[in-house]
């Protein structure tokens, strides 16, 4: 199957820094890349939906100017959470779609982000 | 959002029992999918079921798709020790966006 790769894995840091979270396919081409947020036992939130070449769309609710994404290519796109608060700690999820109709979501290992 | 239901949210089961769980949804869709999740790692796509098709098979897996009722069933025989993990469905109702339910949480005993 697809192969979505995401790094970090985990990142620990302090309160005002920024982080950037980078979401890899492997082996396809990635029109669109979709970004989540799980908290402890929940389901995934959609985040925000990038698409290669163009301005990301964010759900309602997501603050566009702390969570900055960019998808400069069709193989990777990136979640930079800017000047992180202890609030922003979650596991954030990436995944990959070519955009073909019925075919599923390839997603990544996950970043697990905790703000000191 | 979420748009989706899962029922039970959680299940244990002895090793070698079938494992059935249950999500429903709320709007017309163009396909359902359910994923696994081991603990603190990513999804890992089962299988996708259209919305024109009933029931689909994957090894031991087997997922139903009531349009109707809007639900769909996932079904896990002879489980495994391996099988221990969250499950979601997924609903793709446009766009390619993903409406996940809240999960199933298996646990299957040795």
């Known amino acids: 199957g697809a192969v979505v790769s995401q790094h970090p894995s985990w990142v620990i840091c302090k309160s005002g820094t920024s982080v950037k979270i980078e979401c890899r396919s492997l082996?396809?081409?990635?029109?669109?890349m979709f970004w989540y947020r799980q908290f402890p036992k929940q389901s995934l939130m959609l985040m925000a939906t990038?698409?290669?070449?163009?301005?990301?769309?964010?759900e309602q609710g997501v603050e566009k100017d702390k969570f900055l994404i960019n998808h400069a290519s069709l193989t990777l796109s990136t979640l930079t959470v800017t000047s992180a608060h202890p609030e922003d700690s979650s596991f954030y999820i990436c995944?990959?779609?070519?955009?073909?109709?019925?075919?599923?979501?390839?997603f990544g290992d996950g970043t697990r982000l905790s703000i000191l | 959002s979420q748009q989706g239901e899962e029922d039970p949210q959680a299940l244990s089961i002895q090793e070698g029992e079938n494992a059935t769980m249950n999500c429903s949804y709320k709007?017309?869709?163009?396909?359902l999918q359910w994923y696994r999740q081991n603990s603190g790692r990513g999804l890992v796509h089962l299988i996708l079921?259209?919305?024109?098709?009933r029931e689909k098979h994957s090894g031991r897996l087997r997922v139903t798709l009531d349009t109707s009722k809007k639900s769909s069933s996932l079904l896990i025989t002879a489980s495994r020790a391996a099988d221990t993990a969250s499950y979601f469905c997924?609903?793709?109702?446009?766009?390619?966006?993903?409406?996940f339910g809240a999960g199933t949480t298996v646990t299957v005993r040795a």
């Open positions: 995944s990959a779609s070519s955009r073909q109709h019925n075919q599923p979501q390839h």
């Open positions: 079921i259209r919305s024109n098709e």
């Open positions: 082996d396809f081409q990635a029109t669109t």
């Open positions: 709007t017309s869709i163009n396909n």
């Open positions: 990038s698409n290669e070449g163009s301005k990301a769309t964010y």
């Open positions: 997924a609903t793709d109702a446009s766009s390619y966006k993903l409406s």
